[in-house]
C-alpha cells in the first residue's frame, strides 16, 4: 500500500536525502578527468618529436582525413566483416559442442585432451602456421578469431550445462520430457547465463584475434593500417586506429553485457535474493 | 488403483567399493484405493522419499513391482504428478510457463495450455500473477503453482513429497486446508510423503507408518476423521489427539 506509506512518511516529515557533494556525481568527475588527462597530453605531445608521441588535435585531424578519404571505413568494414563471421561461427560451434560435451561424459572425454592443449597453446603461436595453410586473405583471419573465441564459449558452455542440477533435470524427466526435450527446454535455459559469459569472454579475444591475424597478414584490415602506419611512421594516424580499437572493444563488450543481463535476468535478481 | 508389491531397493557407494550398500527399502508392500488420500510417515532416512520417487517412475526398484490400474510401471506416466520437495520451478520461466511446462511437453498448442494453465492457477488461488517469475513471489505461492502444474494433467495420481517442508509453519497450515479443498474438487488419489504426525493426520484417509534401516512398513493407521475437515477446529477434536497417541507410540517403538 504505497499510498499509507506515502502518507505516514508525510507525517514523519521525511524526505530522501539528496546528492549535495561532489562524491555524488561520478560521471562528472570522469569527464573532468579525461579533460584534464587531454590537456596534459596536448601540451606535453607538442613539445615531443612528432615520430614518437603525437597529440589530440594532431590525432583528430589524422581521424577526419582517414575518415574523408574512406580509408578508414572500408578498412573497418572488412575488419568488422570476418569478425562478425568468425565469431558467429564460434558461438554456433561453441555452443552446440558445449551442450554435447556437458550432457556426455564420453564426449567429454573423448574432446577434452584436445581442447585443453589448443586452449593452452597461445593462439598467436599458431597463426605463422595458419598462414602457411590458409593464405593471407580472409580465410585465415576468420580462423585465427575463431581459435581466439571459440575455447571460452565452449568451456563456459559445457560448464553451464554440468551445472544444472540433476533436481531441475529430474522435473523434466517426470513431466516425461524426451531427451531432446530436456536439452532444448531445461538444460539450455538453465545453462544460459553461463553462455552469455562465456561470450562476453570471448568477444574482447576476438577482437585480440582480428588484430593479431591483420598485423601479420598486412593486407587488409584496421591492424594493417596499424602496420602501415607504423612503417610510415605516422604516429597521428596510428594512434586514430588504437582509439578506434579501443572504442569498438568497449561498445562490443558493452553490448554483451547488456544482452547477457537481459538474458539472465532470473539468474541475477535470484542471486539478489538469497 | 496402485499396488505396490515386495518392493526392495538398495544404494551402492559409486565412488567407494568398499562400502557397504544401503538397504533403502526392503519388502514395501501395501495398496492404495482410487480417490484415496494417503499418507507415507516416518523419520528422515526410512526410504519414505526413495519409495515416492518409485512410484513417480524417476528411479527403478531392483525388487518387487508397482501397479497402476493393473499395469506395471517403471517411468514416469501421465498417470502419476509429481510435486516436489523445493518445488522444482523452472525460475526462467513465468508462472504461468511453469504451469504449462507439463502440457507443452506433450505437444499441446499454445492457446490451449495457456487456457488449462489459467485454469489450474486460478483453482490455487493465483490468477493475476501469471507473469510473475518464481523468484518474486514467496515459498507457499511457489509450491501452489508446483500443484497447478501437477494437476493440469489431470493425473490419477498425485504424489506429493513433503510439499510443504520448505515453507513457514502458517503457510503450512493454509496450504493443507487448500489441498483439502482442491482435492475435494478433483477425482485425484494422492500420496503424500511428511514426517509431521498432525499434517499426515489432518489430511489422509490412512497413514502409513515407515521405519528405517532397512526402510520397511511398520503399521498403517486408518483416519477416521470425518470430513471435511476444513470445517470448525478438527485438530481440537479428542479423536484427532487419540490418533496423535496412537501414531506417535507407533513411531517411536
Avoid at chain 1, 499509507?4 to 536525502?17: F, K, Q, S, T, V
Avoid at chain 1, 536439452?183 to 552469455?196: E, G, H, S, T
Avoid at chain 2, 504426525?197 to 503399521?219: A, H, T, W
Wanted: glycine share 8%; net charge positive; charged share 20%.
Amino acid at each position: 500500500m504505497p499510498a499509507a506509506d506515502e502518507r505516514i512518511i508525510a507525517e514523519l516529515g521525511l524526505r530522501r536525502e539528496r546528492a549535495r557533494s561532489v562524491c555524488d556525481y561520478p560521471n562528472a568527475i570522469r569527464a573532468f578527468s579525461v579533460i584534464c588527462f587531454l590537456i596534459v597530453w596536448e601540451i606535453y605531445g607538442r613539445r615531443v618529436d612528432p615520430l614518437l608521441l603525437t597529440y589530440p588535435t594532431a590525432v583528430v585531424q589524422a581521424a577526419w582525413s582517414l575518415i574523408k578519404s574512406g580509408e578508414l571505413p572500408r578498412q573497418m568494414l572488412e575488419s568488422l566483416t570476418t569478425l562478425a563471421v568468425a565469431f558467429g561461427a564460434s558461438v554456433v560451434l561453441g555452443v552446440g559442442f558445449g551442450l554435447v560435451m556437458g550432457r556426455s561424459r564420453v564426449v567429454s572425454a573423448a574432446l577434452e585432451p584436445h581442447i585443453n592443449a589448443l586452449y593452452a597453446t597461445p593462439q598467436v603461436a599458431l597463426t605463422p602456421l595458419l598462414m602457411m595453410w590458409f593464405g593471407l586473405g580472409f580465410t585465415v583471419k576468420a580462423v585465427v578469431i575463431f581459435l581466439f573465441a571459440f575455447f571460452p564459449i565452449l568451456i563456459n558452455t559445457a560448464s553451464g550445462v554440468r551445472n544444472v542440477s540433476s533436481s531441475t533435470i529430474e522435473v523434466g524427466r517426470a513431466y516425461m520430457a524426451s531427451r531432446r526435450q530436456i536439452l532444448l527446454k531445461v538444460v539450455f535455459p538453465a545453462a544460459v547465463p553461463f553462455i552469455m559469459a562465456g561470450i562476453r569472454l570471448a568477444i574482447g579475444r576476438a577482437i585480440v584475434g582480428m588484430v593479431v591475424a591483420e598485423l601479420f597478414t598486412a593486407i587488409t584490415g584496421l591492424g594493417a593500417m596499424l602496420t602501415l602506419y607504423g612503417n610510415l611512421f605516422e604516429t597521428a594516424k596510428m594512434f586514430v586506429i588504437v582509439i578506434v580499437l579501443g572504442i569498438l572493444g568497449v561498445v562490443l563488450v558493452r553490448a554483451t553485457q547488456t544482452l547477457e543481463r537481459r538474458m539472465a535476468r532470473w539468474k541475477e535478481t535470484e542471486r539478489a535474493i538469497e | 488403483m496402485l499396488e505396490v508389491r515386495q518392493l526392495s531397493k538398495v544404494f551402492f557407494e559409486q565412488n567407494d567399493p568398499r562400502r557397504p550398500g544401503l538397504v533403502a527399502l526392503h519388502n514395501v508392500s501395501f495398496s492404495v484405493r482410487n480417490k484415496e488420500f494417503v499418507c507415507l510417515l516416518g523419520p528422515s532416512g526410512c526410504g519414505k522419499t526413495t519409495l515416492i520417487r518409485i512410484i513417480a517412475g524417476l528411479i527403478r526398484a531392483d525388487r518387487g513391482e508397482i501397479r497402476v490400474n493393473g499395469k506395471p510401471v517403471t517411468a514416469p506416466g501421465r498417470d502419476r504428478c509429481m510435486v516436489f520437495q523445493q518445488f522444482g520451478l523452472l525460475p526462467w520461466r513465468t508462472v504461468l510457463g511453469n504451469v504449462e511446462f507439463g502440457l507443452e511437453i506433450e505437444g499441446m498448442g499454445r492457446a490451449e495450455r495457456e487456457k488449462i494453465a489459467r485454469e489450474y492457477l486460478a483453482l490455487v488461488g493465483l490468477s493475476g500473477f501469471e507473469s510473475y517469475y518464481p523468484h518474486q513471489i514467496s515459498g507457499g505461492m511457489q509450491q501452489r503453482v508446483g500443484i497447478a502444474r501437477a494437476l493440469s494433467k489431470k493425473p490419477d495420481i498425485l504424489l506429493m513429497d513433503e510439499p510443504f517442508g520448505a515453507v513457514d509453519a502458517q503457510t503450512r497450515e493454509q496450504l493443507q486446508e487448500e489441498l483439502l479443498k482442491i482435492w475435494n474438487k478433483t477425482d485425484t488419489t494422492v500420496i503424500f510423503v511428511t514426517h509431521s504426525i498432525d499434517e499426515s493426520i489432518y489430511l489422509s484417509d490412512r497413514v502409513i507408518i515407515m521405519q528405517s534401516r532397512p526402510g520397511r512398513i511398520k503399521e498403517e493407521v486408518k483416519i477416521d476423521l470425518p470430513r471435511p475437515r476444513w470445517e470448525g477446529d478438527v485438530k481440537a477434536d479428542p479423536r484427532f489427539a487419540e490418533l496423535r497417541a496412537q501414531v506417535r507410540e507407533s513411531l517411536r517403538t
